[in-house]
């Protein structure tokens, strides 16, 4: 409830936002020739030279190379400093980067953390020395200036929605499903757990028959798939906790010869493999968090937070990122993204 | 007469210091060179890469990431050391981080009381390593592979079960806080505590039984047992201590990130393996330091720091650091196989050296050192009962003495000496003999340094170390090759010690060398101390009272020369020469009856010998290509004894020109009109009757004069 | 009477000396599966044992390959990382346009290449192989991920064929994984027992000097089975990258390596050398197969499994310890 009101609240803000730069946009071409344009002046006045540093729990999927292009981008079009520290999911090296980020003093720190707990002092630290960090997409125990990234639990709450809609024994499905976790230690894997099981809870006539880590390997998601289903051929869904390992689990599905018949849920940052697989049947339903949208979220936080000077500490701000479900009846080209070539 | 020629290059070679290269090489330290340089290096790239990088904010807050990782390098160190292997330790460290987080957090249990605890539990998780490996004798890389499997394992069913928890517990502690992030005069709490446990660890692994017990069990683990040293506790202690010292690591990280993800510690096993490999420790057991293990730990971690502050995307850390890893394992096996061949080429470093024109031998040339047979008719004693006699002495009541290659000496007396007796075992070798006011034999024990014995065969210990000189790279406070020495009237005794820089299996090549590396030292019973007297000498050998005992004479074995060395008066500490040009190379020197002196040649120059000595670079190309036992070597084939006056006149020359009984003569000792001869490698020793001699004559009562009262003891030390 | 209790003894005697550890890891396993059996209904049916056993083929490939070398006295900590970053490269190479045959054959060039490497560098700079291995683990998986691949997640081309049709397909019912499996470890056995290098391989295990002393050329026999090591790592790696569309590189990374080496010295191939050959391999991978697929099916979770695994491996080498102990001895200087 709570984060529906703030989302809502937030909406409003990033909306006002996006009209001071669509409205700068078009002043900056209407006035082009030769006007002064203070509002104008100032906002590339403040943002030049700014610089923001971006540490990366890993570099190497496609969510965090498309940020990183995407931050690229938006930031030398305002002629800001944008360099990349990847930790490489190594805790040691990403409290390092930390370190350092604190001791350089960025204008803005953009962080992306291993674990909930591992930048907490960290972060507070950066803040207190006067370096606003946004965090991306996995959520430290310490609140900071911004959080840009996907609401997991929402995320848990609509795949559970509709695969308890979908299997459910009154449409005539078995009831019985099965989920797929990367790390059940990860925060993102515990957050949408928290936000599907209880609506799992709440509807007795669905059974988990199965609740296993695949370590984010498609490979080890399609050795358990493929057990349970020899086991349980009459199962309704797989629920798997990200996309890129979920395409083991399509798989093993389609080995089966049961691709249609056993439903295969999953989500993340919606790059053109999520459209292309869910149209061929490897999915079911699929959400994406759109991670150009979340790049450039960050950035407008950013932007907004250089602009008004704002300290570190006087702001929490939390943006969840809109949600982009597709079903391969409803998958269009446009609703993912094409990730930049490495 | 050099003094006349002409200076060039080769004559100033002598100053050259290339002896050093040699004594470099043979010193331990020298293996943690290459680590320590690399460290160096790695940190200047750093600073060149990132300005400010070696700076003191920088260093505060790159070390405070740095410390649990040293902790956990020190505990893998320790098995490594013991010649085992803990891939484990990444479990105890995240079991130790979960521990501690959980104690403080949700149990508010005091730091003060859960650090004891979280060590502890360490310890214990060591135990099960240790109990598998060091009690059961189970291979260590296997039992930690599962023990890793499991505490992994544990870690993460205990997250599941408490993660939520302790993340909600997540308070404010003054004193956690100052574990993993206060400061102790500037610098970061948990480095304060990685440099005290490494000077420890350092102190404990080099000066402790258990240290040595560890080391020895690592390096020869079959001989350790041998030896009797408990291998099964000490491999045990070590698992351990390996875990203890994680569980810390993981404690400080805990107080640091307050962090409890399942990726914690993960890949530190194999970090940690690099990083003390990088730092020269062997795999394998016996060799390594905690020094060189900090070193491969900071040179592992900078890297990866660099690494992440230049932004370069993943991969690239792990292309070095393996990169980096191969280069120096690379370096070091060879640098380990090659060692020894570089130091044997490189040890033995000649110098310059002109000796003076010897004169003429041969008979009918009118020369003092004229070739004769004086000596074939000598009576020879102790036919094979003897074994490298290298010096003869007779007591007050005519026994004669001698020092065996077995460490012996030996007492021979009755009729025809026909009775011999072991007098006294001393365990090195015995070489020059001298008694004492109290019939103290003092001996001079190669290796060992200066001994007595008493008369009654008890043996005592003199002084075995001399004042350590201030530019000497090579440990010279060892006395390495004590040769002969004799007893001033106050008691001090004046001693030579031939080189520093050989022992006595391979005193030749100091002679090869023609190097200034003997000395002769002064041991003062009256304070029993040891200092260096005189310096910068040729290989000094016999020693010998003047009768004033105002001065001593000295043989300088490969300088070809005899000289006096004053110890009294004015020119106390001076030398001067007495003879300059003996045709051989001189060994011991002792009083004969008529007031002048005796001097034993244990071998001849010959022209190659002395027109090499000023080829250095001959001698150098010859030490490096040619194998050892195709140097070439001074003639020890031939020898005689000279009578010579105080002022350096030649009297006599007695020769063994059959080269039966006497080839190379290295002592003799006159005694009631005879001639005592003994030879280093000699399996006799000889007698000749002297004519002209005083046949009443015994050293030891011409000396010191009537025994004194029995029962004092000044030879010895207070 | 007497004579009696004699043979009960010497019967005795030989049942424990007979009860290697790859006889008891072949026992475990059938009690294993006797027991999933009786409980789990359904574990006993064709198709599911199928699935144990495609579930395990690669991880018996990898280990045949890191077999020959632990029988030689080595180890190939890399094994893992050359079987990625190997495969994966093959795949991002036919990804970007290049012929799938031409794409894994330059990825078996490059795994041939790491194969070199490891044995030259184990071989003439005489390096210990678990640090030679350790580096070009590191150094692969880094160049892979840093050069060569650029990504961590690679996707299957739908131009490829090979891949999946090795991956993917069945003969008669039964996966080609499977199969694959099985011819190379049947080729690995015929090459252990009568080909001479691997009868050279035992010797080499037993004692490198006196192998050496013997005239057997060692040096090139080690790169040899490296080489061999790396490439039937490979195979492993082409089944692994064509069994679906996603294939993540980090399985280097992950656990994997220590699972393999698990399996290998689970059926009693002593890290020692000399000793155990296809059917240890065999034997661990069957036990290993087994208590993952009966423990998925109990909805065990992956932490319980690994707990498992780990005691399953310790009580394996206390076994081995109990019936043979190290003798001090005989023991050599530096085995780990």
């Not at chain 2, 001097?599 to 010859?622: E, I, K, N």
């Not at chain 2, 030649?650 to 005592?676: F, K, V």
């Not at chain 3, 004699?6 to 008891?24: C, N, P, V, Y």
Request: glycine content about 10%; aromatic content about 8%; hydrophobic content about 50%.
């Amino acid at each position: 409830m709570q984060c529906v009101r703030n989302r809502s609240r937030l909406k409003l803000f990033a909306a006002a936002i996006c009209s001071l730069g669509a409205l700068a946009l078009v002043s900056g071409t209407c006035l082009a020739a030769g006007t002064q344009d203070k509002t104008r002046d100032s906002y590339f006045q403040t943002l030049k030279g700014k610089k923001i540093v971006w540490i990366a729990a890993v570099m190497g999927n496609d969510l965090q190379a498309e940020w990183d292009a995407q931050f690229r981008k938006l930031a030398s079009a305002v002629g800001m400093q944008y360099s990349l520290r990847d930790a490489n999911f190594n805790t040691q090296a990403q409290s390092q980067a930390m370190e350092a980020a604190i001791h350089e003093k960025p204008d803005i720190l953009v962080v992306q953390s291993l674990n909930v707990t591992l930048l907490a002092r960290q972060i507070k630290r950066a803040e207190a020395a006067g370096i606003p960090v946004i965090q991306l997409n996995m959520k430290s125990l310490q609140d900071s200036t911004g959080f840009v990234g996907a609401d997991y639990v929402g995320i848990g709450q609509q795949s559970a929605d509709a695969i308890v809609k979908a299997c459910s024994p009154k449409n005539g499905k078995s009831g019985k499903i099965a989920i797929i976790q990367g790390e059940i230690t990860a925060a993102d894997s515990y957050l949408q757990m928290q936000g599907a099981m209880p609506i799992f809870k709440a509807h007795p006539e669905i059974k988990i028959v199965a609740n296993q880590a695949a370590e984010w390997d498609p490979n080890k998601a399609h050795d358990v798939a493929a057990t349970i289903l020899q086991q349980h051929p009459d199962l309704c869904a797989f629920y798997g906790l990200w996309g890129e390992m979920s395409m083991g689990i399509g798989q093993a599905i389609k080995e089966a010869g049961m691709q249609g018949k056993v439903g295969n849920y999953s989500n993340d940052g919606g790059a053109r493999y999520a459209c292309t697989a869910t149209k061929e049947g490897m999915f079911s339903e699929f959400w994406s968090y759109d991670a150009p949208g979340q790049a450039r979220d960050v950035m407008e936080l950013a932007i907004s937070i250089l602009e008004n000077h704002v300290k570190p500490g006087t702001m929490k701000t939390v943006l969840y990122s809109p949600m982009i479900a597709f079903t391969p009846q409803t998958v269009q080209a446009s609703m993912c993204y094409d990730p930049p070539k490495r | 007469m050099s003094d006349a020629s002409p200076l060039s290059l080769s004559r100033l070679q002598r100053y050259w210091p290339s002896h050093l290269v040699g004594e470099v090489l043979a010193k331990p330290w020298i293996d943690s060179v290459v680590p320590m340089t690399v460290m160096v290096i790695v940190l200047l790239i750093a600073q060149m890469l990132i300005p400010g990088y070696l700076g003191l904010g920088n260093l505060v807050s790159v070390s405070r990431e740095f410390a649990e990782f040293g902790m956990v390098s020190l505990g893998m160190a320790i098995v490594v050391f013991c010649g085992g292997i803990d891939l484990s330790v990444g479990g105890v460290y995240a079991l130790a981080n979960l521990a501690a987080l959980y104690l403080i957090n949700v149990l508010g249990v005091p730091v003060v009381l859960a650090v004891p605890i979280v060590i502890v539990l360490g310890g214990l998780l060591g135990a099960i390593n240790g109990f598998l490996i060091g009690i059961l004798k189970i291979r260590a890389f296997l039992v930690t592979l599962a023990t890793l499997v499991i505490f992994r394992a544990a870690v993460n069913l205990l997250l599941l079960n408490f993660a939520s928890q302790i993340t909600a517990a997540y308070t404010e502690n003054a004193t956690w806080d100052f574990l993993g992030i206060g400061k102790i005069a500037g610098v970061p709490t948990n480095v304060v505590v990685l440099a005290i446990l490494a000077v420890v660890l350092h102190l404990l692994h080099t000066r402790s039984r258990l240290g040595w017990h560890i080391q020895a069990v690592g390096g020869a683990r079959r001989a350790a047992h041998h030896a009797g040293i408990h291998v099964r506790w000490s491999i045990f202690s070590a698992y351990v201590a390996c875990s203890a010292l994680s569980a810390l690591g993981g404690l400080f990280y805990g107080a640091r990130q307050g962090s409890i993800g399942f990726d914690t510690g993960v890949g530190l096993e194999i970090a940690v393996l690099a990083a003390i490999v990088l730092g020269g420790v062997a795999l394998g057991g016996g060799r390594g330091s905690v020094a060189r293990a900090m070193a491969g730990a900071v040179i592992t971690l900078v890297l990866t720091n660099v690494l992440v502050r230049l932004g370069v995307q993943g991969g690239a850390t792990s292309t070095v650091l393996g990169i980096v890893l191969l280069i120096a394992i690379g370096f070091d096996v060879k640098w380990q196989k090659n060692r020894h061949k570089i130091l044997q080429k490189a040890y033995v470093s000649p110098a310059f050296l002109k000796l003076h024109t010897p004169p003429d031998i041969k008979p009918g040339s009118g020369s003092p050192y004229e070739l004769n047979d004086r000596l074939r008719g000598a009576e020879v004693l102790a036919l094979g009962l003897v074994d490298g006699p290298e010096d003869v002495i007779l007591d007050r009541q005519g026994r004669l003495y001698t020092g065996m290659r077995q460490g012996w000496i030996y007492r021979f007396s009755g009729e025809n000496f026909a009775t011999r007796e072991l007098f006294a075992n001393i365990g090195g070798r015995p070489l020059g003999l001298a008694f004492d006011r109290d019939d103290n034999l003092i001996v001079c024990v190669s290796g060992m340094g200066l001994y007595g014995v008493k008369p009654e065969g008890e043996v005592f210990k003199l002084t075995d170390q001399t004042n350590r000189s201030w530019f000497s790279i090579r440990d010279d406070s060892i006395i390495r090759l004590a040769d002969d020495l004799d007893i001033a009237p106050d008691g001090k005794i004046y001693f030579s010690d031939a080189s520093v820089r050989y022992d006595l299996h391979s005193w030749i090549f100091d002679g090869l060398e023609g190097r200034r590396n003997g000395r002769i030292l002064c041991y003062d019973p009256a304070t029993a101390t040891t200092r260096t007297f005189v310096s910068g000498l040729i290989f000094p050998n016999g020693i010998c009272m003047e009768a004033d005992g105002r001065s001593f004479l000295f043989a300088e074995s490969y300088g070809c020369m005899v000289s006096r060395c004053w110890i009294e008066g004015p020119k106390r500490g001076r030398v001067e020469r007495v003879i300059k040009d003996l045709p051989g190379i001189p060994d011991n020197i002792n009083r004969a009856s008529d007031g002048n002196y005796w001097l034993a040649m244990v071998g001849m120059r010959s022209p190659v010998w002395d027109l090499a000595l000023t080829m250095p670079g001959f001698r150098v190309r010859m030490v490096k290509r040619v194998p050892r036992d195709e140097w070439l070597a001074p003639n020890l084939n031939l020898g005689c004894v000279i009578k010579f006056a105080a002022d350096g006149r030649i009297l006599d020359c007695l020769w063994d020109g059959a080269r039966i009984n006497n080839p190379a003569i290295t002592s003799m000792r006159e005694h009631q009109g005879w001639l005592y001869l003994g030879g280093l490698t000699s399996n006799r020793i000889t007698r000749i009757k002297l004519d002209r001699a005083d046949p009443a004559f015994v050293g030891p009562v011409a000396y010191w004069g009537a025994p004194r009262i029995a029962g004092s003891q000044a030879g010895q030390p207070a | 009477m007497v004579g009696l209790a004699k043979e009960a003894r010497a019967r005795h005697g030989t049942l424990a000396a007979s009860l290697t550890q790859e006889r008891i890891v072949f026992g475990l396993t059938i009690v294993a599966l006797a027991v999933f059996s009786l409980l789990l209904p359904g574990f006993f049916s064709r198709q599911n044992l199928l699935n144990l056993a495609r579930n395990v083929s690669v991880l018996g490939i990898v280990a045949t390959g890191l077999a020959i070398v632990v029988i030689g006295r080595g180890i190939d900590l890399s094994g893992t990382a050359i079987m990625a970053v190997g495969a994966a490269w093959a795949v991002t190479l036919s990804a970007g346009g290049t012929p799938e045959t031409l794409a894994l054959l330059l990825g078996l060039g490059l795994v041939v290449l790491m194969g070199v490497a490891n044995g030259l560098l184990v071989a003439f700079i005489e390096i210990p192989p678990i640090f030679v291995t350790l580096a070009t683990g590191l150094l692969i998986f880094g160049i892979g991920q840093f050069v060569l691949i650029r990504t961590l997640i690679v996707h299957l081309p739908a131009s490829a064929s090979f891949m999946p049709l090795l991956g993917q397909s069945k003969i008669a019912g039964v996966p080609i994984q499977i199969l694959v499996a099985a011819v190379v470890m049947i080729l690995a056995h015929l090459f252990l027992k009568y080909l001479r290098w691997g009868r050279f391989t035992f010797a080499q295990g037993d004692n490198i000097e006196t192998a050496r002393l013997t005239g057997i050329k060692v040096r090139p026999l080690l790169v040899g089975q490296y080489v061999l090591a790396a490439v039937i790592a490979y195979v492993g790696g082409i089944l692994l990258a064509g069994a679906n569309p996603t294939f993540s590189i980090s399985v280097a990374s992950a656990g994997m390596m220590y699972d393999v080496i698990l399996v290998v010295v689970l059926g009693g191939v002593s890290l020692g050398g000399g000793s155990g050959g296809m059917s240890s391999v065999l034997a661990g991978t069957l036990l290993i197969g087994t208590l993952i697929n009966g423990m998925t099916i109990m909805d065990v979770s992956e932490q319980w499994q690994s707990l498992v695994k780990g005691f399953v491996l310790l009580l394996a080498i206390v076994l081995d310890s109990a019936l043979h102990p190290r003798d001090e001895e005989t023991t050599r200087q530096n085995d780990i």
